[in-house]
């Protein structure tokens, strides 16, 4: 029995694997989708294919080395050779190469210790000879054009000295690492485009720094910008090269064609966190112009000052590791100093962020993580499993109001999985406190129902826009009609609203909670807005709910809508309802069957002034589900109390409704 109960959770697991890898590769065919509207470009011809040297630096990389070599023996370009750089593994990695090698051509060095990334480039360049030299990291996986687009940003241009390649993560396909990278006067790095969705990404044309992972550059640069800085053992030797090449002359291009999958890793350890501040600093202490570094170490000194305990340590680690290697650091000030001399160039100040601070980037979301094996019909943002869910866009969890929420940038999207069809999607959201120009929500289907040969339809199966409003917390329940199947729900709200007082983040709205439901759960009496059953009843458009002396009610804005159930034949429709205190235009009705867009019954309501009153409306509807859709054209509003005769009111009101009800047709005898 326990053997089973082993083999069914095996079983299980390799189903979730296949899962993830269907998905991946799902995204991978959208993305070539979303590629190929763009137009197009001439193939490289043969007279302009310089030998270019691939040099695969690795550490311990067993596990990935063998995919990353398969798939650059796969490139479409011929005129290559394979470099790969074991820096002192003790994991099998050289084995790994040599067995790689009886399928295709390399050459295998190997570094009798661990020296470092900068270290292991300059052993790798010193046994490759192409006129480019192109840089990747054992856990990247390069796209089978990768290497045509790199010497297609190259051109002829003798001077363009490096260039950047498109990096995706490996588990996310559709979703950018970055492409290119700049930094802050503080001297923090972070890539280009990074967490941003490739559909909506605006990739930049050039770039302060080629990131490490696809990094490619010009041997006549090479020679004349001179080794990587070993000082460094890990990261921010591509930051330190940029800036050379921007000095000595050349520019970096981002490639945005040349595609890399990159499986980086999950979080970052305190050693990295140590290597990034002290390679930070050096970098900062070798090229800022002396004017700026009295202000760099006013910054620093406030950081530190401002910095938890662990973070103090490790700012202090960093500070007395550039203290023993400042006599480098500053032959390396005196060579740029000399060729400043001689007329080197500045480099541009459009390539850096223009911002100081401990924390850079600003306004970026997290490293999404999205698991699609385990999205459902819902999702509860209160819960941690909500982040398998999210592919891209959202920030971490945080109070809005009473509600835990995740704020969406102006472009994010949620996984979806339906084990039966859905008529009724429900959301529970705040808007940004500032009017925007709506959200729109598309949704998409992916998984199994998309065959596999088949274009990845990138055209929504239904759509709606969110409208915005004044509201602490919107309720909305939209008809839909989907079958079984996976779903990808994007949220789009370009550009989004820019919160103060940082000015960090660009918003969309926040999100407590969507379910997909089979059915509308409707109550059998029309709609009481005091009813326990009426925030499910609500598609859109209706306020908090307020308490009268006679009951609940909630405002309306210039356009509402709401669900209801006629359970016999009825003779009139009768309204519970107030209209402003300020004159508004005529309030318009409007019901449908809510499976049909045609109308079947209209009504219109008159301003005139007074408080609540109730009105029946002759209405001769069949049973039946309706959507009762209500217009003002012209609301009324009382902003900064303008007509001191009535109260202030920010918010522009439609009419009040506090219930609905049906009087059932009399049988004709």
């Given amino acids: 029995m326990q053997g089973d109960r082993g083999s069914e959770w095996l079983l299980y ?100 210790s661990n020296c470092g990334c900068p270290a292991a480039r300059n052993l790798g360049l010193r046994h490759a000879s192409g006129e480019i030299v192109a840089f990747i990291d054992a856990d990247g996986f390069a796209d089978a054009r990768w290497l045509t687009e790199v010497v297609r940003a190259f051109g002829d241009d003798e001077t363009i000295g490096g260039v950047a390649s498109t990096v995706f993560y490996e588990d996310d396909p559709l979703v950018l690492n970055g492409a290119g990278g700049t930094v802050n006067r503080q001297g923090w790095a972070a890539d280009l485009s990074m967490n941003e969705p490739y559909g909506q990404a605006r990739l930049a044309t050039e770039a302060l720094y080629p990131m490490g992972c696809g990094m490619a550059l010009r041997r006549a640069a090479l020679e004349r910008v001179g080794p990587f800085d070993d000082a460094m053992l890990n990261y921010y030797d591509d930051v330190d090269y940029g800036t050379r090449l921007w000095r000595a002359g050349y520019s970096v291009l981002v490639a945005h064609d040349a595609w890399i999958d990159h499986a980086t890793a999950a979080g970052e350890s305190e050693r990295k966190r140590l290597l990034c501040e002290r390679h930070r600093m050096r970098v900062v202490l070798k090229y800022t112009p002396r004017e ?248 859109s458009g209706w306020f908090e709910a307020e308490q009268s002396p006679t009951g609940a009610y909630r405002w309306s804005s210039a356009q509402a809508a709401a669900v209801v159930r006629v359970e016999r034949e009825t003779s009139a429709m009768r309204m519970r309802f107030r209209l402003t205190p300020g004159r508004s235009s005529v309030t318009r009705i409007t019901a449908r069957r809510l499976a049909d867009s045609e109308p079947v019954c209209a009504w219109e309501i008159v301003w005139e002034p007074g408080e609540w009153r109730e009105e029946a409306f002759a209405a001769r509807l069949p049973p039946g589900d309706y959507r009762f859709d209500f217009e003002v054209q012209e609301p009324w509003s009382n902003i900064g109390q303008q007509d001191r005769e009535l109260p202030p009111e920010n918010r522009a009101l439609g009419f009040a409704l506090s219930a609905l009800s049906f009087d059932a047709a009399v049988a004709e005898r």
């Fill in 13 to 112: 697991g390799r189903c979730q694997v296949m899962e993830a890898l269907r998905w991946r590769d799902e995204q991978r065919r959208l993305r070539a989708a979303l590629q190929r509207r763009r137009p197009g470009v001439d193939a490289v011809s043969p007279e302009a294919m310089p030998f270019v040297s691939i040099v695969v630096v690795c550490w311990n990389s067993a596990d990935v080395l063998g995919r990353c070599l398969e798939q650059l023996f796969a490139q479409d370009y011929p005129n290559r050779e394979i470099v790969v750089v074991d820096d002192g593994s003790d994991d099998g990695t050289g084995e790994v190469a040599e067995r790689a090698s009886r399928d295709g051509e390399l050459t295998l060095v190997r570094s009798s």
């Fill in 292 to 539: 700026l570094l009295g202000k760099w170490f006013a910054q620093e000194l406030s950081a530190y000052r401002q910095a938890d305990g662990v973070t103090r340590r490790r700012k202090r680690a960093a500070a007395a590791w550039n203290m023993r290697r400042l006599s480098s650091t500053l032959a390396a000030r005196r060579d740029a100093a000399r060729r400043d001399g001689r007329g080197a160039s500045p480099v541009p100040t459009r390539l850096f962020a223009d911002s100081w601070g401990d924390r850079f980037p600003a306004g970026v979301t997290p490293r999404p993580r999205p698991r699609p094996e385990n999205a459902r019909a819902f999702l509860d943002m209160s819960s941690e499993d909500a982040q398998a869910q999210l592919p891209y866009g959202w920030f971490p969890r945080e109070r809005v109001g009473s509600r835990s929420c995740r704020w969406a940038t102006p472009h994010a999207a949620v996984l979806i999985s339906l084990d039966r069809p859905a008529r009724r999607l429900h959301l529970d959201y705040t808007h940004v406190p500032e009017e925007i120009d709506g959200i729109a929500l598309e949704i998409r289907r992916t998984g199994a129902g998309v065959p596999t040969g088949a274009e990845v339809p990138t055209a929504p199966v239904w759509e709606t826009r969110l409208r915005w409003q004044y509201l602490a917390r919107s309720i909305e329940n939209h008809p839909i009609e989907l079958e079984s199947g996976d779903y990808e729900l994007i949220v789009s709200a370009e550009p989004g609203w820019l919160e103060p007082p940082r000015n960090e983040r660009r918003l969309a709205l926040a999100l407590a909670r969507l379910s997909f439901e089979e059915t509308f759960d409707l109550a059998p009496v029309g709609l009481d807005m005091g009813g326990a059953g009426a925030e499910g009843q609500l598609i």
